[in-house]
């Protein structure tokens, strides 16, 4: 049950996320293609004063028509993750939206300089498979005690005369006080094929604990990888758009002045668009991550208030 609630939780996060970076790749289109629009009216202009050619309009138009096309493939595919949200979270997909955002895509969670193994172990799947451990460990021990002898502890007294004048003389008592014993005289076979179940099955225990915990540090250092790298992208990425603005700003100026034509504008805007894409993209990959790795220690990188006892092989 655990374990469901805290994959839908993430689910539903990582969803929620990748899908305000839609909405700030939408944006840009919407912004582009307004400038888009600008640039031909401009060019068209220029073409009507002599300056510009009728390849440069042809240019202007390819373009603006080009990124007018991208808009709907991203509007179904934001539709398409409004509606699985709306599934997880239970509501029908036609009335389900989410409130527009005051601001952009806030910065994912400070990492922790380190994150201690321990956390790992309220994971749901960790700690299921830890009890069913100690369970098959138990097993063992009620196994092992089939094998020893019961005992049961009773106490009659009696008299054995039927003479009522000779109920109080001695040899007229009787006393059966103490264990009666029960042996495993017949059941010894039995016993030891439960006994050899049982630690069959603790060993199959230990086998699955090892494996989902073996599982689990793998999702941990595959998130905190994704979270270095990601950020290493970001750094980058970023250093290429601002470069793309600077080179877009430059043919704009150039081609203002005359001395080039549209083509060089027009690539360098695409250029700055697909890297400004490219920026929104990391940033919501980078959240998506850091929700992976919040899901992968269970809930957070906060300490575990309690620790969990580990029962020992018997």
Do not use: C
């Given at each position: 049950?655990?374990?469901?609630?805290?994959?839908?939780?993430?689910?539903?996060?990582?969803?929620?996320?990748?899908?305000?970076?839609?909405?700030?790749?939408?944006?840009?289109?919407?912004?582009?293609?307004?400038?888009?629009?600008?640039?031909?009216?401009?060019?068209?202009?220029?073409?009507?004063?002599?300056?510009?050619?009728?390849?440069?309009?042809?240019?202007?138009?390819?373009?603006?028509?080009?990124?007018?096309?991208?808009?709907?493939a991203l509007q179904l595919q934001r539709t398409k993750l409004l509606h699985a949200m709306a599934a997880l979270c239970g509501q029908a997909a036609s009335g389900f939206e989410l409130a527009q955002p005051r601001a952009g895509l806030a910065p994912p969670p400070a990492?922790?300089?380190?994150?201690?193994?321990?956390?790992?172990?309220?994971?749901?799947?960790?700690?299921?498979?830890?009890?069913?451990?100690?369970?098959?460990?138990?097993?063992?021990?009620?196994?092992?005690?089939?094998?020893?002898?019961?005992?049961q502890f009773s106490g009659l007294a009696g008299l054995q005369s039927v003479d009522a004048s000779a109920w109080f003389d001695w040899p007229s008592r009787f006393w059966a006080v103490g264990p009666s014993l029960e042996l495993p005289l017949f059941t010894g076979g039995?016993?030891?094929?439960?006994?050899?179940?049982?630690?069959?099955?603790?060993?199959?225990?230990?086998?699955?604990?090892?494996?989902?915990?073996?599982?689990?540090?793998?999702?941990?250092?595959?998130?905190?990888?994704?979270?270095?790298?990601?950020?290493?992208?970001?750094?980058?990425?970023?250093?290429?758009?601002?470069?793309?603005?600077?080179?877009?700003?430059?043919?704009?100026?150039?081609?203002?002045?005359?001395?080039?034509?549209?083509?060089?504008?027009?690539?360098?805007?695409?250029?700055?668009?697909?890297?400004?894409?490219?920026?929104?993209?990391?940033?919501?990959?980078?959240?998506?991550?850091?929700?992976?790795?919040?899901?992968?220690?269970?809930?957070?990188?906060?300490?575990?208030?309690?620790?969990?006892?580990?029962?020992?092989?018997?």
């Open positions: 049950m655990e374990s469901t609630k805290l994959i839908l939780q993430a689910e539903v996060a990582a969803d929620y996320f990748t899908l305000r970076a839609l909405d700030a790749e939408l944006g840009l289109i919407a912004d582009t293609i307004d400038t888009y629009r600008r640039s031909l009216e401009l060019t068209a202009n220029r073409r009507k004063g002599g300056v510009a050619s009728d390849l440069d309009v042809a240019q202007a138009e390819t373009q603006l028509r080009t990124t007018e096309a991208e808009l709907p990492l922790p300089v380190t994150v201690p193994s321990e956390l790992l172990e309220r994971r749901p799947d960790i700690a299921a498979a830890e009890r069913r451990m100690a369970a098959a460990n138990a097993e063992i021990g009620v196994a092992q005690s089939a094998f020893y002898p019961r005992l039995r016993n030891r094929a439960q006994l050899a179940s049982a630690r069959a099955a603790h060993d199959e225990a230990v086998a699955r604990y090892r494996q989902t915990a073996l599982a689990a540090f793998q999702e941990v250092e595959d998130q905190l990888a994704a979270q270095h790298l990601l950020a290493s992208q970001l750094e980058s990425e970023s250093a290429a758009l601002t470069a793309a603005r600077h080179t877009l700003e430059i043919a704009n100026n150039r081609y203002k002045a005359g001395l080039v034509t549209y083509l060089e504008v027009a690539t360098a805007q695409s250029a700055a668009l697909a890297r400004e894409r490219a920026v929104a993209q990391l940033q919501g990959e980078k959240l998506v991550a850091a929700i992976g790795l919040i899901k992968a220690l269970g809930g957070g990188w906060q300490a575990p208030t309690k620790e969990l006892a580990m029962p020992k092989p018997r």
